[in-house]
């Protein structure tokens, strides 16, 4: 078996390979073939690639792909050829075509309540108030003991349910260790602002009734369904409401939440570590979220395209009301692919990200590198970029140059300028919003464990997506964060 494995090497490496040229020039051709579609794993387990058993350093390897991706079929028809060379790279630029960056709706003031309003208008809200209303009348628990600290329920309106969300977001502010403290006339830890908005029976019974779609026409498997009607809405007015600048970024989110659910996740890297993980758009420039994935297992709901495999479709997904119109996007190595950095190019986007070296297309390093050295390959639109700082870092990009440049920090021994790849500058500048974002996130979890599982994911996500929006207008970056604002200015 090996020796048919070696010279079937041989022969890949005689049909893709030209001699002459890389003799020449240091080039190498890949043509991109489709390896067997894998079976779905936990999209969380983003294990360094593994090592391939291919040993001979004359013969470039085919990549692996890592467990966590869903790849290409061999039955696919698409198959990519380029040319790695070594040459002088000029990036093709597109130009940005958004004049009018920045919120784009009329607006009556400039207070947290009116930026609240764009996305819970009164039309959302009353969406929320019939379904609440139609949950308890439909619920087997709907008769309360007269003993109960319960009120009977009447039905609620606008003004209580403002009211209602409004004490919710308060409550991220002064975290304690029960609902009901809340609402306690002890003198140590009494709050009595949470009495004079609402009283806590009330409260309780409107957290214990809240609901957003009807289950009497869910359907099966649709894990979402509950949440549905809230979740295209915003994201409907996220899009409407505000215009990206040029540079966005691709990043996970975790949404903490240690209750029941089907879908939740344990990432040990995030802060909260279990919860519900969202694939984030965010606008570099603000932080402002513009659209969101949530992760549902098999699920998950995305435009599947086979050629770009599970990572590829994500992105495109978010990206696809914001294709040719020149912006640049930015993402960590799960996502990147020389295949999707092509089709991205196709439609007028710029990408850059890191990357990792088993991806299929990508171009063999085999010079060992010394701190600060840098190595290249690039095709006509892609740009690969070997690095070794700490360790070797490896950059894809279409809109960068394989050029140095000044960080604007000094070696602390040799007083030096410290120099790196343009493409790295650019990276860490704007791969941050998702991470700012985040850490908003983490200020905002009220209640890590319900009775009803469901119900506390759809709680939990909705006042994610109703507290954390950011704005930059006249100079100022306004936080929307529970009923108050923050100045960045």
């Known amino acids: 078996m090996t020796a048919v494995r070696e010279k079937n090497i041989i022969e890949f490496n005689e049909i893709f390979t030209n001699p002459e040229s890389q003799s020449e020039s240091d080039t190498e051709t890949d043509c991109e073939s489709d390896i067997g579609e894998n079976s779905e794993s936990n999209t969380d387990t983003l294990d360094e690639p593994e090592t391939s058993e291919y040993s001979d350093p004359n013969v470039e390897s085919p990549p692996e792909v890592s467990d966590d991706e869903d790849v290409p079929s061999s039955c696919s028809s698409i198959c990519t050829s380029r040319l790695w060379t070594k040459s002088n790279f000029k990036p093709k630029l597109f130009q940005f075509q958004n004049n009018d960056c920045g919120i784009v709706c009329d607006l009556n003031g400039e207070s947290p309540l009116d930026f609240f309003k764009l996305f819970f208008d009164e039309k959302l809200i009353h969406i929320i108030i019939d379904e609440t209303n139609k949950f308890q009348v439909n619920s087997s628990d709907k008769h309360i003991s007269s003993s109960s600290h319960q009120a009977k329920w009447i039905p609620t309106d606008f003004e209580e349910m403002y009211l209602f969300l409004a004490t919710f977001m308060l409550m991220a502010h002064m975290k304690k260790f029960r609902i009901k403290d809340y609402w306690s006339t002890d003198p140590l830890i009494a709050t009595p602002i949470f009495g004079d908005i609402m009283p806590r029976g009330r409260f309780l019974l409107l957290l214990k009734f809240l609901h957003f779609n009807d289950n009497t026409y869910q359907p099966e498997g649709d894990r979402s369904y509950k949440i549905k009607p809230v979740v295209q809405d915003l994201k409907q007015k996220f899009r409407r409401v505000f215009v990206p600048y040029q540079n ?130 690039n095709t006509n639109i892609l740009l690969v970029i070997k690095w070794f700082d700490k360790r070797e870092v490896t950059i894809l990009s279409t809109i960068h140059e394989a050029k140095m440049m000044n960080t604007g920090k000094v070696h602390w021994k040799t007083n030096e300028q410290i120099q790196k790849p343009a493409s790295v500058i650019a990276y860490n500048t704007n791969m941050g919003s998702v991470d700012r974002s985040s850490m908003q996130i983490s200020c905002v979890n009220v209640f890590e464990r319900q009775q009803n599982g469901t119900r506390n994911f759809s709680s939990i996500l909705w006042i994610y997506l109703c507290s954390i929006r950011s704005f930059y207008t006249n100079r100022r970056l306004i936080i929307i964060f529970g009923c108050m604002n923050f100045d960045y200015s």
């Open 248 to 377: 966005l970024c691709i990043d996970e989110s975790l949404v903490l939440h240690k209750g029941r659910l089907s879908f939740k996740q344990y990432i040990p890297s995030k802060r909260s570590r279990f919860g519900i993980k969202l694939f984030v758009l965010c606008d570099c420039h603000t932080g402002y979220i513009l659209d969101f994935v949530i992760y549902m297992g098999s699920a998950t709901e995305i435009h599947h395209r086979k050629e770009l495999g599970i990572p590829g479709s994500i992105v495109m997904t978010l990206m696809q009301p914001y294709l040719q119109k020149g912006h640049n996007l930015f993402m960590d190595n799960w996502y990147s692919s020389p295949i999707l950095f092509e089709e991205l190019h196709a439609n007028s986007t710029g990408a850059c990200g890191t990357v990792r070296q088993n991806r299929l297309g990508m171009p063999h390093f085999t010079d060992t590198l010394q701190k600060g050295g840098t190595d290249y390959r």
